[in-house]
Each structure stands twice: as structure tokens, then as C-alpha cells.
């Protein structure tokens, strides 16, 4: 069982903390990882919470410094200079958080369960890692936070785009009834029926795995498998043999992620902050906690389970789902 420190409290922040002491931190380059913010997108970290971070590692004297990989999509955060620029607009700079600012678009090719994820090459070569990650919704994996923040964020764009294309639907016609209930569910419209005719927008498809799980008669499948355990297995892939915390950031929970410039609306009140050391109990407690408010919020509004990525990423060794609450 591992231990999960909540507060509402940024202040308190320093004492959660202790509860994991950062001594092993010392003299050791450290990567922030965490996300920037896509352009328009209102709900990313913040600057001051990641520079209340930085001051913490420095106090131990290591040598932090904020950390993100290139986008598979197109935009400014699709290239390092673009990226860059992105980063020093939303007040990510050396001058106000107090160090650099480090952006990955080669990987470290690292192998888990037979596939290849490549990782981003700072991030391969640490040995001691930082995470803050934002707590918020995702269309194919009903929720961000830990898991996702390394799963998808720490791999190049490479690996991004064979997660997404991975968990797709294949579709077979002669086991197909025509039932029409993949077409109901897909939260992206991407499936639809005419007559006895399948057919699947393959823009629009985003490999929520929905309609493969809700199909009865077996005429779908992954053309590689659900997109949120090739997740966990993308984060094992750049976790695993590390020293890691994991500060989760349960407030302006969107329905959207923050790569998603309109990530409206808000579904769910502030919560507040966790701290562990495991990313599958910190995001565990997360889903918990939002959920003590609004119950199975996630799961109502993207019509994905988010608790898929803890049951894989336990399965695989990425962390264990048990956990200690502890209240400041």
C-alpha cells in the first residue's frame, strides 16, 4: 500500500513533502515534467506552482529543470522552437521560474511487453524525476493525470501517434449484427451505419477502444490494443528503474486535456493537490477524490472508464492501485 498525501492548501506543500524526502534528489539533474499548455487552453499548470517546485528541488541542491516532448499533431508545439515559444508566452521562463526550460523531440527506444516506445532522451537519462501533472478529462482515456503525463507526454511524437493509431477498431463484416450500438457510443461520431454498410471516419476516430469493448458479437477488435494500456505501458517505458514524485494538480478540472485549446467546460470543483511516490495510487486517489464530488464524472461526460489505465498499469508493474490517504 503507498502512501498519497492530500491538501488543499498550496502552502502545505512543503511538508507533504517530508513524507518523501527529496535528499536522494541532491546533485542530480532533475527534469520537471509536466505540461505547458496548448495554445488558448486556459487550465495547464501553472508558473508559480512550477516554480514553487523548483525552489524545493534547489533547496536539496539538485538542479531542476522544466521538461515536455514535441506534439504529434500540427502547431507550434509540433517542433522544439515552437514549443519553446509556447513555453516562454504562458510564463514559463528562466527569469520567473529560476531555471531552464528543456524540450525533447528525439527518443531513447525502450521496450515493454514486446513494442517499442521511445522515449525523450533527457528524460531516458535521468535517474531522478519530478512530475506535475494536471488533473483533467481526456477523450480516449477519460482522465489525465500521472499516467498520462509520461504515457503520452514523456515518448516522441513517433510513439504518440502509434498509441492513438494502435487502439483504432478493426473491423470484421461476417461477425458484425449490425446492432448499431458502436455507432450510439462512439463519443466522436466517427462510426456509422447505413443499412448493412460499416464505415469509420478515420479522422475523427481518436482509439477510445468504446466501441470495441462494447461490441457483443466480437466484429471489432484493437489493430494493436486499448489505448490505455499501451498508455501505461509508455509510461513504465520512461518511469521504470527511477526515483520519482508525483505532485497531482486536481483543480480546473476540465472536461477536455490540456492540449485541447477549448477544453470547456469545467466539470468538476477544485479538489486540491496530492503527493506520492507511485503514479497508479496518486492517480488512483485522484479519481477517488473527484469522484467523492462528482461521482464517475469522467466517465459520464467522456463516456471512457479513466480507471482502465490503473487496472493495466498495476497488471504491468507500473505502480499498485492500494493506497494510504493522508490529510494535511
Not at 492530500?6 to 536522494?24: G, R, S, V
Not at 528525439?106 to 535521468?126: A, E, F, M, Q, W
Not at 461477425?175 to 454498410?197: M, N, R
Not at 494500456?229 to 472536461?255: F, G, H, M, P, T
Request: aromatic residues 10%; hydrophobic residues 35%; positive net charge.
Amino acid at each position: 500500500m503507498k502512501k498519497v498525501i492530500f491538501f488543499t492548501d498550496i502552502n502545505n506543500l512543503h511538508e507533504a513533502l517530508e513524507y518523501f524526502p527529496l535528499k536522494a534528489f541532491e546533485n542530480k539533474e532533475v527534469p520537471v515534467k509536466l505540461h505547458m499548455g496548448e495554445v488558448k487552453n486556459k487550465y495547464f499548470p501553472k508558473p508559480d506552482l512550477a516554480k514553487r517546485i523548483v525552489d524545493e528541488l534547489k533547496e536539496v541542491k539538485s538542479s531542476p529543470y522544466l521538461f515536455d516532448t514535441t506534439v504529434a499533431y500540427r502547431g507550434l508545439r509540433g517542433s522544439k522552437t515552437g514549443y519553446e515559444k509556447v513555453a516562454k508566452i504562458h510564463g514559463f521562463t528562466k527569469n520567473k521560474i529560476g531555471c531552464k526550460v528543456v524540450i525533447d523531440d528525439s527518443g531513447v527506444p525502450v521496450k515493454i511487453d514486446n513494442r517499442t516506445y521511445y522515449v525523450g532522451k533527457h528524460l531516458n537519462d535521468s535517474t531522478h524525476i519530478f512530475a506535475l501533472s494536471h488533473v483533467k478529462g481526456h477523450v480516449a482515456s477519460g482522465m489525465g493525470g500521472a499516467i498520462k503525463n509520461f504515457g503520452m507526454g514523456g515518448v516522441t511524437r513517433e510513439t504518440k501517434r502509434n498509441i492513438h493509431h494502435g487502439s483504432r477498431p478493426v473491423y470484421n463484416k461476417d461477425k458484425c449484427t449490425f446492432c448499431g450500438v458502436c455507432s450510439e457510443l462512439c463519443p466522436f461520431d466517427a462510426i456509422k451505419l447505413d443499412g448493412e454498410e460499416w464505415v469509420r471516419k478515420k479522422k475523427a476516430c481518436f482509439g477510445c477502444g468504446v466501441c470495441v469493448e462494447m461490441c457483443k458479437s466480437g466484429a471489432l477488435s484493437y489493430e494493436d490494443a486499448d489505448f490505455q494500456y499501451l498508455l501505461a505501458c509508455a509510461a513504465k517505458a520512461c518511469l521504470q528503474d527511477k526515483n520519482v514524485v508525483y505532485l497531482n494538480e486536481a483543480k480546473r478540472i476540465s472536461k477536455s486535456c490540456d492540449c485541447d485549446p477549448f477544453s470547456d467546460p469545467i466539470i468538476c470543483p477544485d479538489v486540491g493537490y496530492l503527493l506520492s511516490d507511485d503514479p497508479v495510487a496518486i492517480d488512483k486517489a485522484s479519481i477517488d477524490l473527484i469522484n467523492n464530488v462528482k461521482p464517475d464524472v469522467f466517465k459520464k461526460v467522456n463516456k471512457v472508464d479513466p480507471e482502465k489505465q490503473i487496472r493495466y498499469g498495476e497488471e504491468i508493474g507500473l505502480g499498485v492501485s492500494e493506497y494510504s490517504l493522508i490529510e494535511l
